[in-house]
């Protein structure tokens, strides 16, 4: 293989990687794992403000159940001591102030223990379908990958194949022309070589003047186009009766 048939065969190769690549990413199963994993990031966020959710309700129970314990404490206290000895007029009544007291707390704590149970079963059951739903995301995904390299198993064997061509391909260009060959590949978007047909590039199609024909066709087999500037192949090195 002569350096133009590399040059030209590099870039039929690049050209296939680039269309099985863009099959691959087309395949509707890419798709629905992006779609996936954008649902699944929504669910883990919200998921992670329930979580913190549980666990403040869960301290605000804590609390609530230690000062139900300490009232409830207290007031057997203070009905033991009002029931030991006798006591005056005036200390019955700061016995039975302080027991209303204590009565009210305890009435107050105890409806608010009824909403944060509430509130935290609530978010218990929140956090239980946030998880389900991960769960069922996860398979779904797994099912899609599954799927997606099932049928892309072929396609990328293929790409396997043309990299291992595309090494020993590489190897036959000139680290001048290799690097010619990587600037206008970017550049022209994979388009980086263009052969001479006739007196006009295959590629950018605008007709050489007789000059510029003149000289190309009398010097190196690789050349650049003076229009569009990509690699110039001037003759087909695949054509019959080509310069040899």
Request: aromatic share 4%; glycine share 4%.
């Amino acid at each position: 293989m002569t350096e133009a048939q590399a040059l030209v065969r590099l870039q039929e190769i690049d050209l296939d990687m680039l269309r099985l690549a863009s099959t691959l990413a087309a395949m509707p199963q890419q798709k629905k794992m992006q779609a996936i994993a954008r649902a699944r990031r929504k669910v883990q966020g919200e998921l992670t403000k329930i979580f913190a959710q549980r666990k403040d309700l869960e301290t605000y129970v804590s609390e609530n159940q230690e000062d139900l314990e300490h009232y409830r404490a207290r007031t057997e206290e203070v009905r033991a001591e009002a029931s030991s000895g006798s006591h005056g007029y005036r200390q019955i009544q700061d016995y039975e102030a302080h027991l209303t007291g204590l009565a009210k707390k305890i009435e107050k704590l105890e409806h608010n223990r009824a909403r944060l149970d509430e509130e935290l079963e609530r978010v218990r059951r929140a956090e239980g379908n946030a998880s389900l739903t991960l769960e069922r995301l996860d398979e779904e995904d797994a099912a899609q990958k599954k799927s997606f390299e099932t049928d892309g198993a072929q396609i990328r064997r293929r790409i396997v194949e043309l990299d291992e061509e595309r090494k020993a391909v590489v190897a036959q260009v000139s680290a001048e022309h290799m690097s010619a060959y990587e600037d206008s590949h970017k550049r022209f978007k994979g388009l980086a070589v263009e052969r001479l047909v006739g007196n006009v590039p295959s590629v950018c199609r605008v007709k050489l003047q007789p000059a510029a024909f003149h000289d190309l066709t009398h010097g190196d087999d690789v050349a650049e186009c003076p229009y569009c500037h990509r690699i110039l192949i001037v003759d087909d090195p695949y054509a019959e009766g080509g310069r040899k």
